[in-house]
């Protein structure tokens, strides 16, 4: 696996990236601000929303939020915002992971440990995809008697949230380290260029 990421990476280019985002661009617009999306949701549930907009939360909220939606906001949820949701976590998770393998490409990092960093993004990815599943079937099943749905569907909530914020983490840092690098390289390089003109 490790091979194949760094194999991967090699490949990876600018362009792909930059069409890669997109998607992401499309998607989040049709899913956040579209009049059909969960803008409709909001209005059907009185402004309720969706429980991965929270971190964390224990079945009686998720079956606060259930209620709200009511009968038409289920329905709405389980034909439109899911759907549309999975293009989004797959259009994030193809680019997040992506420009992970161009920064790796980039640093050129000596251990080979590093080429896991890929996994991250993937495996928030994931998480976001179980944790609809969880909630559609929480959403659909009875309040009672089925309360380890909802903390499976919490768990893979949080989890996502921490995964997608490592990533995120990964590729601020790693960027301003690898401009940083390159930074110094050139001003090591202008001094010495400047040392060798002083002895000529």
């Known amino acids: 696996m490790l091979y194949f990421f760094q194999t991967?990476?090699?490949?990876?280019?600018?362009?792909?990236?930059?069409?890669?985002?997109?998607?992401?661009?499309?998607?989040?617009?049709?899913?956040?601000?579209?009049?059909?999306?969960?803008?409709?949701?909001?209005?059907?549930?009185?402004?309720?929303?969706?429980?991965?907009?929270?971190?964390?939360?224990?079945?009686?909220?998720?079956?606060?939020?259930?209620?709200?939606?009511?009968?038409?906001?289920?329905?709405?949820?389980?034909?439109?915002?899911?759907?549309?949701?999975?293009?989004?976590?797959?259009?994030?998770?193809?680019?997040?992971?992506?420009?992970?393998?161009?920064?790796?490409?980039?640093?050129?990092p000596h251990s080979f440990f590093w080429y896991l960093l890929p996994l991250v993004p993937l495996a928030g990815a994931a998480c976001d995809l179980f944790e609809n599943l969880t909630v559609a079937a929480a959403s659909l099943l009875p309040s009672e008697g089925w309360e380890p749905v909802s903390w499976i569907a919490t768990g893979f909530t949080s989890a996502k949230w921490s995964l997608l914020g490592l990533s995120g983490a990964v590729l601020v840092v790693g960027t301003l380290g690898f401009l940083l690098r390159t930074g110094w390289n050139k001003v090591k390089a202008l001094a010495g260029s400047s040392d060798d003109d002083y002895t000529e």
Do not use: C
């Not at 949701?41 to 079945?59: A, C, I, R």
């Not at 079956?63 to 009968?71: T, V």
């Open 8 to 108: 991967l990476s090699l490949k990876t280019r600018f362009l792909t990236l930059i069409l890669l985002f997109f998607p992401v661009l499309l998607f989040q617009w049709l899913l956040m601000a579209a009049p059909w999306a969960q803008t409709t949701l909001k209005l059907l549930s009185h402004g309720t929303g969706v429980p991965d907009e929270l971190f964390w939360y224990n079945p009686s909220m998720a079956q606060q939020i259930f209620a709200a939606w009511g009968p038409g906001g289920r329905a709405h949820y389980l034909s439109v915002l899911w759907p549309t949701d999975l293009g989004f976590l797959l259009a994030y998770g193809l680019f997040l992971t992506t420009a992970t393998l161009y920064l790796l490409k980039k640093v050129n």
